[in-house]
C-alpha cells in the first residue's frame, strides 16, 4: 500500500508514519496542558490521528494558532479516569501523548475522540 493512503485504524496507535514512510518512533508519556506548552516552545509540533482518516501532521507555522483554537479548550487531562463528549466544545476532544523520535524534536500525538 501506498504511504500517502495508509490510514488510522485504531487508537491508541501503535506506530507514526508521513508521506515519506514509517517514522521509527515511539509513545514515551501522555501529556497534560503545561508539558505541551513547554514541548511547543521547544520545537515540537502536532500530529492528529482520527479513526477513519491520514494522520495529519500540523505544520510549525500553524501548531501555536492550532493549540490555542482547537486543542486546548478539548484536551484530556492525562490521569483523567474518563471523559464525556458532552464537556468539550463540538462534543470531541484529544488525548495527547509524547512520542520520542530520533530524527526530530519529540512529536505531539493528538487522538481524536469523538
Not at 508521513?18 to 520545537?43: F, T
Amino acid at each position: 500500500m501506498d504511504i500517502a493512503q495508509k490510514v488510522v485504524t485504531q487508537t491508541a496507535l501503535t506506530e507514526l508514519w508521513n508521506s515519506e514512510g514509517l517514522l521509527y518512533a515511539r509513545r514515551a508519556k501522555q501529556l497534560g496542558e503545561a508539558e505541551i506548552v513547554r514541548l511547543l516552545q521547544d520545537g515540537s509540533s502536532f500530529v492528529v490521528a482520527e479513526v477513519g482518516q491520514s494522520l495529519r501532521w500540523i505544520s510549525e507555522t500553524d501548531r501555536f494558532a492550532f493549540w490555542k483554537t482547537e486543542v486546548k479548550c478539548r484536551l484530556i487531562a492525562p490521569d483523567a479516569d474518563g471523559f464525556y463528549l458532552d464537556d468539550h466544545p463540538g462534543n470531541y476532544c484529544y488525548a495527547a501523548s509524547m512520542w520520542t523520535c530520533a530524527s526530530s524534536p519529540p512529536i505531539i500525538v493528538l487522538e481524536k475522540h469523538h
